[in-house]
């Protein structure tokens, strides 16, 4: 198969071409280096030392030849991914070029429209490129289960559900009530990507996938194949965080009363479920949406688990409560299904408790990475900020 | 009541202004003057003769002196728009700037892409400018019935509605199915209001308006006074498209069946409902939905409307069928609410056929206008070209 692969440089980004590759598939990656720049902008960096884009082209070249391509470049530049598409005619492309942080999104003005321009306008480009050159590829797209939010008081389906209204029956898109701007353009790249497969019968898999945590998938097992792990406020999703600050002796940061659940998933599996996604694609025209998570949590057992792994490692893990800058509900109901991907054979890699003893253990080995970087831990970006 | 009007030069956006003024009320128009460009591109223009801007504002302040005042500029300039609303300082905001077509979105990507962005960044960078400078001043938005679309086989409630799952019930906003990206540029739009709203506790009402027609309004009283009228396939809604058939002996082009369902709104009407929701704001951190519009009609038996009022003014007018450019159910089930303007007092000031008799009156003094450009009135702007 091959698989192109927008966003290749980024977390999920790297692996999956790592994993990709490995199956003997050919990929073609493109990324303008936006996260490297962002990570920059909040002061961090990645955990993990990671090989700058030219010594990680030169590492995939060498050991997977002639399987390997890569551009720079960006999806607001149409022109630019109207030729990469063109020219490497893709069998499936797996987009992972958005600007992926609520809080980066939440900054300012600016950083809003930066988010909702890069995300919304980079997707049509690329859909009117598929539309254009490749009407068969199955695109494979990333969103969040933070699309459907968490206001509703709902069982939350994965996508569509059943519902009558003053007698009359109907199958409906489940409503989206996100959270922040960033969660916003997901559901506006929703929308678009839905319209997109009725208008030109393009298949397209969205995927409303849960938070993602973790530094190991099968292909990394060297240093060269780390992939980036970051842990300030805005990249560093919330179970990554908590390890960072446990082992740099830092209270890990729960937000207001830590009730807030969601649906987690280890990087692993991520790219177990992408992987199984691309090979199990929709029909012509199918607008297929799956909730991509292995568990759910609340917050603070997540702090309590990062604790009590952190204590058999020999990490004092204290925790802290926090003043929510995030304007959310920290209590509240939550059940989401999530079947789709068992269906299709997904079965979790290893257990919560498992995979953080494993992170933990990675970022020990450059504790003195995360400890350069500790003032910018917590900084609190306001969400409602006057 | 001080009232920011950006999209002060189009259909509305002039007939609002002249209403606003004669009620006393203070204007700041804002434009960039896209839809006579955007016409212009449609090889078009207005059926009746407008003045140019600089005509327009002499005449403005000369009638109301000490009450006009416009400013040059495009909301995608995040400066200009932050720097009129914090001088300005509205009691209101009426946002009028919109790309408002539907086929011109679909002419190609560059289209659709100009469409999603200015409206969508537009949008942000008005709601960021209110937030930062007036929090409670009342955002009007226009939006448009086609958000919700054609397809559920619901009825159509007026913006949310009550529903049950799994034994939970829950009030969600009505389903958004839309079905071109301009209107898709408004769910999005739509979107990021509600939640703004949420975050910040600004008030906005969200107009889901039906299909306006008409060339008078109570202050439209000679050719100084005219709002455009647009008759191209882009810009020309269906009745006053089909007038402009009428006039000058061009068939009426009907799209298929004729069995689209829509609601309908006259111009005046249009002006009389805008004007009666900003004298009843909703409340702090209120994101209200109405549904705005009179009456629904299928788009045939308006055909055939427009050919018996024309027959009482000695017109000979025939009916087409042309092969549907759209992608678009032609027969469906449509019922849709619109309660909330009728309890503010909302009642329509003339019939349809009234109404299109005074069309046709009207253009029948501007005839030539419209038969200079009678090569354009039907070009076939397909929904789903490859």
Redesign the interface.
């Known amino acids: 198969m091959k698989i192109l692969i927008p966003g290749m440089d980024g977390y999920i980004g790297w692996a999956l071409t790592l994993h990709q590759l490995s199956l003997g598939n050919e990929v073609c990656g493109l990324d303008n280096f936006s996260r490297r720049k962002n990570v920059d902008e909040m002061n961090s960096h990645s955990a993990l030392p990671i090989l700058s884009i030219e010594k990680r082209i030169d590492y995939l070249e060498k050991k997977f030849p002639g399987k390997f391509s890569f551009y720079e470049g960006d999806l607001l530049d149409?022109h630019f991914i109207d030729d990469v598409v063109k020219r490497f005619s893709p069998d499936a492309v797996v987009h992972l070029a958005e600007q992926p942080s609520a809080p980066f999104s939440m900054i300012d003005?600016e950083h809003?429209?930066y988010t909702?321009?890069n995300n919304?306008?980079g997707t049509?480009?690329l859909l009117?490129s598929i539309?254009?050159h490749v009407?068969n590829t199955h695109l494979v797209k990333l969103g969040t289960m933070g699309e459907y939010g968490y206001d509703?008081?709902?069982?939350i389906?994965e996508g569509f559900?059943e519902?009558?209204?003053?007698g009359?029956k109907?199958t409906?898109?489940y409503?989206?009530?996100?959270?922040s701007?960033y969660h916003?353009s997901k559901?506006?790249d929703s929308?678009?990507i839905m319209?997109a497969c009725?208008?030109?019968g393009l298949r397209c898999t969205d995927i409303m996938q849960g938070i993602v945590y973790g530094t190991r998938t099968h292909e990394i097992t060297n240093e060269n194949e780390f992939t980036r792990y970051d842990f300030d406020e805005a990249f560093g999703t919330v179970i990554n965080r908590f390890c960072a600050q446990a082992v740099t002796g830092y209270p890990l940061t729960v937000y207001g009363l830590g009730g807030q659940t969601r649906g987690f998933l280890a990087l692993v599996d991520s790219i177990q479920c992408i992987s199984i996604l691309l090979e199990n694609p929709p029909h012509d025209g199918e607008y297929r949406v799956v909730n991509q998570f292995d568990q759910q949590y609340g917050v603070r057992d997540l702090a309590e688990k990062v604790q009590k792994v952190g204590k058999t490692l020999g990490l004092d893990v204290t925790i802290q409560t926090k003043e929510n800058p995030r304007?959310e509900m920290e209590k509240h109901f939550y059940q989401a299904d999530h079947e789709k991907l068992k269906k299709l054979g997904f079965e979790n890699t290893r257990s919560v408790e498992e995979e953080i003893k494993l992170i933990l253990e990675d970022l020990l080995e450059h504790k003195e990475r995360i400890e350069s970087k500790k003032d910018i831990m917590f900084k609190g970006i306001k969400?409602?900020k006057?």
């Open positions: 149409s003005q809003n429209i909702q321009q919304v306008i049509l480009n009117h539309q254009r009407p509703p008081g709902l069982e389906a559900f519902i009558e209204f003053r009359k109907a409906i898109p409503p989206k009530l996100a959270g701007w916003w559901v506006h929308n678009n319209f009725k208008l030109w304007k969400w409602n006057k």
